[in-house]
């Protein structure tokens, strides 16, 4: 079993900031790559922002310049930075992380958080 604690979401003011965090515990031998993803009212999740093990991040357009995701591998622990927030931002933030549960397990399980509400008014 792994579970996934999300905390930082919140009510902001467009062009404020906020800052995600998720940390992973349980049956974790290894994570590769860590991920946020969004899902606003009536419309589909879609990916944010995702970082490998060797640091490697990509990132939707939308949030090109504005977000940073970073990583704490000691912790087992992903970060979102979210800047400049504008209201198209407002949705439910998840945490996804891809992982091997053991070392004589070469296969990769995948795990979603709960969400974190974030909410941007104009």
């Known amino acids: 079993q792994v579970q996934l604690g999300e905390s930082g979401g919140g009510l902001v003011q467009a062009g404020g900031s906020l800052r995600l965090s998720c940390a992973a515990s349980?049956?974790?031998?290894?994570?590769?790559?860590m991920s946020w993803f969004r899902q606003a009212p009536g419309k589909q999740r879609e990916l944010v922002a995702s970082i490998t093990e060797n640091g490697t991040t990509n990132y939707q357009d939308s949030v090109k310049g504005r977000f940073t995701i970073s990583r704490d591998n000691g912790k087992n622990t992903v970060f979102l930075q979210m800047n400049s927030l504008e209201p198209e931002d407002t949705a439910v933030y998840y945490c996804n992380l891809d992982f091997r549960a053991y070392r004589w397990l070469s296969s990769y399980s995948n795990a979603w958080g709960k969400g974190t509400q974030v909410t941007v008014s104009s």
């Open positions: 349980g049956n974790i031998f290894s994570i590769t790559r």
